[in-house]
């Protein structure tokens, strides 16, 4: 079963404006990671977070980790052509063996019209 | 470093074929994993290791199978190729150490067409 849910499936927004992503865990997060990927590409590291709150920045990308609502949100600012693509959520989800499965969400298909 | 290695990157095989998708990292990983990724969604968990010798299953085995005899390698194997199997193939490996987990390094993908 699908354990992080990724909302919106599918986003197009004109190049400047401003949009965010949402991930949302089933399970208690370990570790959320975000990443991009280009159509036909291998995937890309954006940012990873680990602790309750956290919040980190690359650019004109910054994602922020809820802990206690088992959520992380991906913001971009000022949208660029080159922010297109496919973003995915990641998580480390244990498995109750002592090891953890790195599990992701389906994606979310970004479209930035010049 | 290399980082991940995925060979080869393209195949089309007919069905019932069986072939071994390679994998292999550099950086002294622990965990290593195996996606698919079928067209517009996400990445689907095969299988994953936590070590030499160790392998247990993700989403989606069946019609899979895996070996980790070495901390580098992390062959899977797809024995009887179906249709059902078409899809893009990652390999992943990370480090999980006393501080918690490193972020993923994935291959470059395999693109495996079965006809």
């Known amino acids: 079963s699908q354990e992080l849910e990724q909302s919106p499936q599918s986003l197009i927004v004109q190049e400047g404006k401003n949009l965010t992503i949402n991930c949302t865990s089933s399970?208690?997060?370990?570790?959320l990671y975000w990443y991009k990927q280009k159509y036909g590409e291998g995937l890309i590291f954006l940012m990873m977070?680990?602790?309750?709150?956290e919040e980190k920045s690359h650019e004109k990308i910054t994602a922020k980790l809820d802990e206690k609502k088992q959520q992380s949100s991906l913001h971009i600012t000022a949208s660029q052509p080159s922010h297109a693509g496919i973003y995915l959520c990641?998580?480390?989800?244990?498995?109750?063996?002592?090891?953890?499965?790195?599990?992701f969400g389906k994606g979310t298909k970004l479209s930035v019209i010049p | 470093n290399a980082g991940v290695t995925q060979t080869p990157k393209f195949r089309i095989l007919k069905i019932g074929q069986s072939m071994t998708l390679q994998c292999a990292q550099d950086m002294n990983h622990n965990y290593m994993y195996w996606y698919r990724q079928d067209p517009g969604m996400g990445l689907k968990l095969i299988y994953y290791?936590?070590?030499?010798?160790?392998?247990d299953k993700g989403e989606v085995p069946n019609g899979y199978n895996v070996s980790r005899s070495t901390t580098e390698d992390f062959p899977l194997r797809l024995e009887l190729a179906a249709p059902s199997q078409t899809s893009v193939y990652f390999c992943a490996s990370s480090y999980w150490g006393g501080q918690g987990n490193t972020e993923a390094f994935f291959g470059q993908g395999t693109r495996l067409t079965v006809v």
């Open positions: 399970k208690t997060l370990y570790g």
């Open positions: 977070l680990q602790k309750g709150g």
């Open positions: 990641g998580a480390d989800v244990g498995t109750g063996a002592g090891s953890y499965q790195l599990t």
């Open positions: 290791s936590v070590g030499a010798g160790i392998t």
